[in-house]
């Protein structure tokens, strides 16, 4: 009886996860796509105005899909070498006592509130940045990479570890008495054979990446020109997003609009996070024989 | 090691969840406080405020304490902009218009006609700063060369007097209505014989979340532009004396200055009832009037009364 219980409780939450999951993904749908009975998809994904309070209202995204793919290649650019290069350390490098130390603090990383990691970027990075590449101001789409590189750090660190981790020691063994160094085994050996693992470290990165809010709302600078470079002011989706949807209203054009790049950004996200979880799979049965 | 794995897993979430469950009820607790009723003829009734997004702010907290005071009060306030409540005061769908400007000669033979006598109360004072770095050689501007730098067609200081140096606009973002009005009365020049309707926000200023940031931005970028409300001036930026017109004298903000109408970027808050108000609305409107709801004006960023 008891067991019967526990078990139609477990069931339950289960079910409310993909139920909830499914309303995200309906409303979604029903409040995002009436926008384009207004704004043709064409005008919308490469219109290069966004005057949501004028007359008449003009919704180009363009501006803000920009901004996105520059803060995320920052972003990646940064955190997949750094990442990798501490993945390989901890796991082929490193004793077992440092390992077991650092592993759990950097994964503590991760549990940093983003308006923390806003607040880090905006007194002491972009002052920084500013100074370093001599820029009119430190508030950029490069300020904010930087960030949320550190905010991807610890997912790609800890998962490409585990990935490397789980690359079989023989293949290390076979290295070294084919005479091969440390460096050449990690090299040639251990991360070719993590790759799909690692893979799905960077998907996972770059994933959080895409959809980090609040660090790319304070630190972006919010400018509504398309970005030619990630040294400039922009605005993310999602800081259009957040910074938007206070004074629309509800059902109105700008809270379509707003909707629809929920939309978009939510089928990014699942299409990497989907990718990742494939990759993931593959890892896992190569090393299952 | 499979075992430890997973509640290594399980221990990061948690971690996350008590540090946002933390910050979230640190930002509530002052929220959160409990006044005693007055004493006195117990109110009750209930009434309603349209009109402009700028007085909100204000209306909201005046509402809130007064109902707090008189828990049979009820006030419902919104804020769909000035001319939608004086509109709903010429059609008597409005107990108390709130604007944030005065009403027109047009709009009172509208009312008279419809049988409303506009009574108008000036309840707070609104005045806009416009910040630069202290570093900044620059320290008057002409609203006319305010509306070319925030529509982007001045983009370096020395076309105004300063250094040769890039201007860093910044606006706060959409979601303040201190972004429309100061579109309205400075981007476009409201009042002003340029004024020009047509006229937006350049596209390569920064819109930023909170007043806040763009003063503090301001205070470590010698180039950066603001416009913070008077309750926000700080000893680490320099605020512009504004001349209406390049022909008229600067003048610096102040609380005397904004009171007296010479500073341009200032303009009286206003609640307009029809005809001189009485019962609870009058209550409630001498409770704004009152040195506790003054005090309340300078709380929320605006220059009181006095």
């Given at each position: 009886?008891?067991?019967?219980?526990?078990?139609?409780?477990?069931?339950?939450?289960?079910?409310?996860?993909?139920?909830?999951?499914?309303?995200?993904?309906?409303?979604?749908?029903?409040?995002?796509?009436?926008?384009?009975f207004d704004t043709p998809p064409w005008e919308f994904f490469f219109g290069t105005h966004w005057?949501?309070?004028?007359?008449?209202?003009?919704?180009?995204?363009?501006?803000?899909?920009?901004?996105?793919?520059?803060?995320?290649?920052?972003?990646?650019?940064?955190?997949?070498?750094?990442?990798?290069?501490?993945?390989?350390?901890?796991?082929?490098?490193?004793?077992?006592?440092?390992?077991?130390?650092?592993?759990?603090?950097?994964?503590?990383?991760?549990?940093?509130?983003?308006?923390?990691?806003?607040?880090?970027?905006?007194?002491?990075?972009?002052?920084?940045?500013?100074?370093?590449?001599?820029?009119?101001?430190?508030?950029?789409?490069?300020?904010?990479?930087?960030?949320?590189?550190?905010?991807?750090?610890?997912?790609?660190?800890?998962?490409?570890?585990?990935?490397?981790?789980?690359?079989?020691?023989?293949?290390?063994?076979?290295?070294?008495?084919?005479?091969?160094?440390?460096?050449?085994?990690i090299w040639h050996v251990c991360i070719p054979g993590a790759l799909s693992g690692i893979t799905?470290?960077?998907?996972?990165?770059?994933?959080?990446?895409?959809?980090?809010?609040?660090?790319?709302?304070?630190?972006?600078?919010?400018?509504?020109?398309?970005?030619?470079?990630?040294?400039?002011?922009?605005?993310?989706?999602?800081?259009?997003?957040?910074?938007?949807?206070?004074?629309?209203?509800?059902?109105?054009?700008?809270?379509?609009?707003?909707?629809?790049?929920?939309?978009?950004?939510?089928?990014?996200?699942?299409?990497?996070?989907?990718?990742?979880?494939?990759?993931?799979?593959?890892?896992?049965?190569?090393?299952?024989? | 090691?499979?075992?430890?794995?997973?509640?290594?897993?399980?221990?990061?979430?948690?971690?996350?969840?008590?540090?946002?469950?933390?910050?979230?009820?640190?930002?509530?607790?002052?929220?959160?406080?409990?006044?005693?009723?007055?004493?006195?003829?117990?109110?009750?009734?209930?009434?309603?405020?349209?009109?402009?997004?700028?007085?909100?702010?204000?209306?909201?907290?005046?509402?809130?304490?007064?109902?707090?005071?008189?828990?049979?009060?009820?006030?419902?306030?919104?804020?769909?902009?000035?001319?939608?409540?004086?509109?709903?005061?010429?059609?008597?769908?409005?107990?108390?218009?709130?604007?944030?400007?005065?009403?027109?000669?047009?709009?009172?033979?509208?009312?008279?006609?419809?049988?409303?006598?506009?009574?108008?109360?000036?309840?707070?004072?609104?005045?806009?700063?416009?910040?630069?770095?202290?570093?900044?050689?620059?320290?008057?501007?002409?609203?006319?060369?305010?509306?070319?730098?925030?529509?982007?067609?001045?983009?370096?200081?020395?076309?105004?007097?300063?250094?040769?140096?890039?201007?860093?606009?910044?606006?706060?973002?959409?979601?303040?209505?201190?972004?429309?009005?100061?579109?309205?009365?400075?981007?476009?020049?409201?009042?002003?014989?340029?004024?020009?309707?047509?006229?937006?926000?350049?596209?390569?200023?920064?819109?930023?979340?909170?007043?806040?940031?763009?003063?503090?931005?301001?205070?470590?970028?010698?180039?950066?532009?603001?416009?913070?409300?008077?309750?926000?001036?700080?000893?680490?930026?320099?605020?512009?004396?504004?001349?209406?017109?390049?022909?008229?004298?600067?003048?610096?903000?102040?609380?005397?200055?904004?009171?007296?109408?010479t500073y341009p970027i200032a303009r009286p808050l206003l609640y307009y009832t029809n005809g001189?108000?009485?019962?609870?609305?009058?209550?409630?409107?001498?409770?704004?009037?009152?040195?506790?709801?003054?005090?309340?004006?300078?709380?929320?960023?605006?220059?009181?009364?006095?």
């Amino acid at each position: 009886m008891g067991e019967r219980f526990i078990e139609g409780w477990i069931y339950l939450a289960g079910l409310l996860t993909i139920v909830v999951l499914l309303g995200i993904i309906i409303l979604l749908l029903k409040e995002g796509l009436p926008i384009f009975f207004d704004t043709p998809p064409w005008e919308f994904f490469f219109g290069t105005h966004w005057y949501p309070v004028s007359e008449p209202p003009t919704f180009g995204i363009m501006p803000f899909f920009v901004a996105t793919l520059w803060v995320t290649i920052v972003a990646t650019a940064i955190s997949v070498p750094i990442g990798i290069a501490c993945a390989a350390y901890l796991s082929e490098v490193a004793p077992d006592k440092l390992r077991e130390t650092v592993k759990p603090v950097i994964e503590l990383l991760a549990g940093f509130p983003s308006v923390v990691m806003g607040f880090i970027g905006l007194i002491l990075l972009s002052p920084l940045v500013q100074s370093a590449f001599n820029l009119p101001t430190g508030l950029s789409g490069l300020t904010a990479g930087i960030m949320l590189a550190f905010m991807s750090l610890p997912i790609i660190i800890s998962v490409s570890e585990d990935a490397l981790r789980a690359v079989p020691d023989e293949f290390r063994q076979a290295s070294y008495a084919l005479g091969a160094t440390k460096w050449e085994t990690i090299w040639h050996v251990c991360i070719p054979g993590a790759l799909s693992g690692i893979t799905a470290a960077v998907m996972l990165g770059v994933g959080r990446a895409i959809g980090e809010t609040m660090t790319v709302l304070m630190v972006a600078g919010g400018a509504l020109a398309v970005p030619v470079s990630p040294t400039e002011p922009m605005m993310p989706m999602t800081a259009a997003i957040a910074s938007g949807i206070g004074n629309a209203v509800r059902g109105g054009l700008q809270y379509q609009a707003l909707f629809a790049i929920g939309l978009i950004l939510f089928v990014l996200t699942l299409f990497v996070n989907l990718v990742a979880d494939r990759v993931l799979e593959r890892q896992k049965r190569k090393f299952q024989r | 090691m499979q075992i430890k794995k997973s509640t290594k897993w399980f221990i990061i979430p948690l971690l996350t969840l008590i540090a946002v469950v933390t910050f979230i009820s640190g930002c509530g607790d002052g929220s959160t406080d409990t006044t005693t009723p007055a004493n006195g003829t117990e109110l009750s009734g209930s009434f309603n405020i349209v009109g402009s997004n700028t007085v909100t702010p204000l209306t909201t907290v005046w509402a809130e304490e007064f109902t707090n005071m008189h828990p049979k009060v009820s006030i419902a306030v919104s804020g769909p902009g000035s001319g939608v409540g004086i509109a709903a005061l010429i059609n008597s769908t409005t107990d108390i218009c709130q604007a944030s400007r005065t009403i027109r000669p047009t709009e009172i033979d509208q009312a008279k006609a419809n049988g409303v006598e506009p009574y108008e109360v000036q309840v707070a004072t609104d005045a806009l700063l416009v910040v630069v770095n202290p570093a900044n050689l620059v320290s008057e501007l002409t609203i006319a060369q305010l509306s070319a730098i925030y529509t982007g067609e001045i983009t370096n200081w020395k076309e105004v007097g300063g250094n040769d140096a890039p201007i860093v606009a910044i606006a706060r973002d959409t979601n303040s209505g201190t972004h429309v009005f100061f579109k309205e009365h400075v981007v476009q020049m409201l009042g002003l014989p340029t004024e020009d309707k047509s006229l937006e926000y350049g596209s390569k200023i920064l819109l930023l979340p909170s007043t806040g940031e763009g003063v503090s931005e301001v205070a470590k970028n010698p180039n950066a532009i603001f416009y913070p409300g008077l309750g926000y001036l700080i000893d680490e930026v320099k605020p512009l004396a504004i001349k209406r017109t390049a022909d008229d004298a600067g003048v610096l903000p102040s609380v005397a200055t904004a009171l007296d109408g010479t500073y341009p970027i200032a303009r009286p808050l206003l609640y307009y009832t029809n005809g001189e108000p009485t019962g609870i609305i009058k209550a409630f409107i001498d409770y704004c009037l009152s040195a506790e709801g003054q005090a309340k004006v300078t709380e929320v960023g605006y220059v009181p009364l006095k």
